[in-house]
């Protein structure tokens, strides 16, 4: 079946950094858009990034631009989000999503997430 499991995630500091992966299985992933989402406490849910299937074609939330990084590794079948200067508004649950930016809402394609949570 189809598995999506997040890593990465933890307590950081405002202004750290973290690396969160997503490891892909039971389906085709080179030929699939991925997409990351959060939601924060309290919050609905937000789409974050997405990329294109060779990684050519990126897109992020204004509320990420500059500050994160979205990739895949399609020979590791494997997906990431680096995100630098993060601050506590990026607190929540980060989900790695099998689905284009405009599906991104679709919560059956997201795996089980990961915590991330920004303090001091």
């Known amino acids: 079946e189809v598995q999506l499991v997040e890593s990465g995630g933890g307590l950081v500091q405002p202004g750290g950094s973290l690396r969160l992966s997503c490891a892909a299985s039971g389906f085709a992933f080179s030929s699939n858009v991925m997409t990351w989402v959060r939601q924060a406490p309290g919050k609905g849910p937000e789409w974050v990034s997405s990329?294109?299937?060779?990684?050519?074609?990126?897109d992020y939330a204004d509320s990420v631009k500059d500050r994160f990084t979205i990739s895949r590794d399609n020979t590791k079948n494997t997906l990431y989000l680096q995100m630098n200067s993060l601050t506590p508004d990026d607190t929540a649950v980060y989900y790695c999503a099998k689905v284009p930016q405009s599906l991104w809402y679709i919560r059956a394609y997201w795996g089980q997430g990961t915590q991330v949570t920004v303090s001091s």
């Open positions: 990329i294109s299937r060779f990684g050519k074609t990126t």
